[in-house]
Antibody, heavy 117, light 110 residues
Framework: QVQLQESGPGLVMPSETLSLTCIVS????????WTWIRQTPEKGLEWIGY???????KYNPSLMSRVTISLDTSKNQFSLSLSSVTAADTAVYYC???????????WGQGTLVTVSS | QSVLTQPASVSGSPGQSITISCTGT?????????VSWYQQHPGKAPKLMIY???NRPSGVSNRFSGSKSGNTASLTISGLQAEDEADYYC??????????FGTGTKVTVL
């Protein structure tokens, strides 16, 4: 059973960089797309972007200028970096796997990140 | 990148059937057969209920079914049960290898 676990600071200062890591257990990070999704009460679920195990990435155009997703296959984990954050980036952030059926089949439990001074 | 449009809320009595719509464009829902549906209970991560428009993952009740016509996808829950009360989100693959979510629908079991 694949499991994903997000980790990172729960509070980030405005204008700084939000950094989260997702550790994947119970399966290899190879041969799949790995994605970050966030959720707010106002906007619901929002796709941030994904990375393939080959290293190729794709980002939400609305966030592209501020987002970087990276992969560490040796540690079976992937990471999210979102720069120049504002209060609008306050959300529950989920890491997840996109399966070969082009759907998100495994999700982390989610982690709340608050942007505030 | 816009979002897919869903009704804010849908309700039904136990045993009834309800349908949730998900409207997009020819660049997402209408252009690909990669529509998925997710169920989310309060405080929990979303759970995959339907993929590829109409396929159910192993373990998902056959009371859940999906379909698509043109730019609109639909999720039908038949034999509504109290445990089905949750938020439901659709999602679609979109042009340029991106992904888009719906606005979400709150299902209430009366």
């Amino acid at each position: 059973q694949v499991q994903l676990q997000e980790s990172g600071p729960g509070l980030v200062m405005p204008s700084e960089t939000l950094s989260l890591t997702c550790i994947v257990s119970g399966g290899s990070i190879s041969s799949y797309y790995w994605t970050w999704i966030r959720q707010t009460p106002e906007k619901g679920l929002e796709w941030i972007g994904y990375i393939h195990s080959s290293g190729s990435t794709k980002y939400n155009p609305s966030l592209m200028s501020r987002v970087t997703i990276s992969l560490d296959t040796s540690k079976n984990q992937f990471s999210l970096s979102l720069s120049s954050v504002t209060a609008a980036d306050t959300a529950v952030y989920y890491c997840a796997r996109v399966s070969t059926i082009v759907a998100v089949d495994y999700w982390g439990q989610g982690t709340l990140v608050t942007v505030s001074s | 990148q816009s979002v897919l449009t869903q009704p804010a809320s849908v309700s039904g009595s136990p045993g009834q059937s309800i349908t949730i719509s998900c409207t997009g464009t020819s660049s997402d829902v209408g252009g690909y057969n990669h529509v998925s549906w997710y169920q989310q209970h309060p405080g929990k991560a979303p759970k995959l209920m339907i993929y590829g428009v109409s396929n159910r993952p192993s373990g998902v009740s056959n009371r859940f079914s999906g379909s698509k016509s043109g730019n609109t996808a639909s999720l039908t829950i038949s034999g509504l049960q109290a445990e089905d009360e949750a938020d439901y989100y659709c999602s679609s693959y979109a042009s340029s290898n991106t992904r888009i979510f719906g606005t979400g629908t709150k299902v209430t079991v009366l």
